[in-house]
Each structure stands twice: as structure tokens, then as C-alpha cells.
T-cell receptor, first 107, second 115 residues
């Protein structure tokens, strides 16, 4: 089955810094999502992006399906960006999650 | 409209007790999923419904776990004779369809602690 790896596992930033989170997947996928899990455990959908590039405010994502990776960019980070970022991928409906990137943004 | 809701948000059970966790998906969403998230890990797939049909239950850890969605909307995940290893966050997600091309939206989860 599909395997999903995320890097880096942990990231500490000063407020205002930019960052790039990476998600590698082992097989071709038809669905890929990026989530932010806040400190209360809620998984917030950031992007549905099986291919291409999308932007939403300070966040953007790019998936290169042929090379089996996706990137999440966070610009001008804020303390509220802290939490765990998950990438999840599937061939059909069963999402396989990576182990996440734990981000802490310092004021 | 309202998102996915789950209840209870927290549940403490004594080992051996039965528990029932409820999920209310987004109205009109055909597909419903249950995931289990252990501490420090990503969610792991448990089971998938399309309307009232349970099409995949390959992720259920044992026959103590049972899920149903009798009318194609609300779903219940039941765990019989709970064990300490069942302690986790149980997440429910729904999507318009279960196939390709649809976003899964997650509820806030039920945090289960088995003592």
C-alpha cells in the first residue's frame, strides 16, 4: 500500500519566518490533503491537492504527482500556525497519513 | 453549514466496559470514515461507509470493534470490553463521495481513555 513520509519531523521558527514542509508518497495517488491539527486536536483541512499548485493567504501547496511529493509553504509565520501538519494520501478513499511535522512558532 | 460533529468529546471507561461513540457527518455527505489516532501518531483508517453500506472494515483492530450507519447519516462506533490499548482519539470524517476527487472533512474527535 501507499506509504507517506513527512519531513522535517519537528520545526521551530521565529514569528515572521517562512518554512517548507515536505510530503513524499510511495505510489501514485488520486487524493492528497494537507491538514493542520491544532492544539485541541481538530484536524483542519488546508488543501485538497492531488496535483498542481494552490494558494490560500499565507499558505500555498504544490504537488508534483509524477515525482511523488508535495510541499506546503508557510510564509510570514504566526504563533497561531503552531501545531502538527499532516499530509494524507490515498489511491481511492482510504487515507494514509504521514507522522506529521510538529511546528512551533515563537513570538 | 455545520461541520462534522462527534460526541462525547471525552470518554473515560473502565477496562471491560462497552463504549459507543457517535458521529454526525455533514448533511448530504454520502461517505463516512472512522480513524483512530494514537498519541503522537497520524490517524489510521478503521472503516468506511457509503450511505448505510459498510464497504471496508479492514482497519478495525479486533472483533471488539463494530461500526454502523443504519440510515446513511449518523454513525456509531462501538467498542466492546474495552482494553487499555484502545485508548486513543477516534476521528470521524465525511465527504461528498468516497471515490476520487473529494475532500474529507474531519470532526473534533472523541478522546477515549481506558483505565
Amino acid at each position: 500500500g501507499i506509504q507517506v513520509e513527512q519531513s522535517p519531523p519537528d520545526l521551530i521558527l521565529q514569528e515572521g519566518a517562512n518554512s517548507t514542509l515536505r510530503c513524499n508518497f510511495s505510489d501514485s495517488v488520486n487524493n492528497l490533503q494537507w491538514f493542520h491539527q491544532n492544539p485541541w486536536g481538530q484536524l483542519i483541512n488546508l488543501f485538497y491537492i492531488p496535483s498542481g499548485t494552490k494558494q490560500n493567504g499565507r499558505l500555498s501547496a504544490t504537488t508534483v504527482a509524477t515525482e511523488r511529493y508535495s510541499l506546503l509553504y508557510i510564509s510570514s509565520s504566526q504563533t497561531t500556525d503552531s501545531g502538527v501538519y499532516f499530509c494524507a494520501a490515498s489511491g481511492t478513499y482510504k487515507y494514509i497519513f504521514g507522522t506529521g511535522t510538529r511546528l512551533k512558532v515563537l513570538a | 453549514g455545520a461541520g462534522v460533529s462527534q460526541s462525547p468529546r471525552y470518554k473515560v471507561a473502565k477496562r471491560g466496559q462497552d463504549v459507543a461513540l457517535r458521529c454526525d457527518p455533514i448533511s448530504g455527505h454520502v461517505s463516512l470514515f472512522w480513524y483512530q489516532q494514537a498519541l503522537g501518531q497520524g490517524p489510521e483508517f478503521l472503516t468506511y461507509f457509503q450511505n448505510e453500506a459498510q464497504l471496508d472494515k479492514s482497519g478495525l483492530p479486533s472483533d471488539r470493534f463494530f461500526a454502523e450507519r443504519p440510515e446513511g447519516s449518523v454513525s456509531t462506533l462501538k467498542i466492546q470490553r474495552t482494553q487499555q490499548e484502545d485508548s486513543a482519539v477516534y476521528l470521524c470524517a465525511s465527504s461528498q463521495t468516497g471515490g476520487q476527487g473529494k475532500t474529507q472533512y474531519f470532526g473534533p474527535g472523541t478522546r477515549l481513555l481506558v483505565l
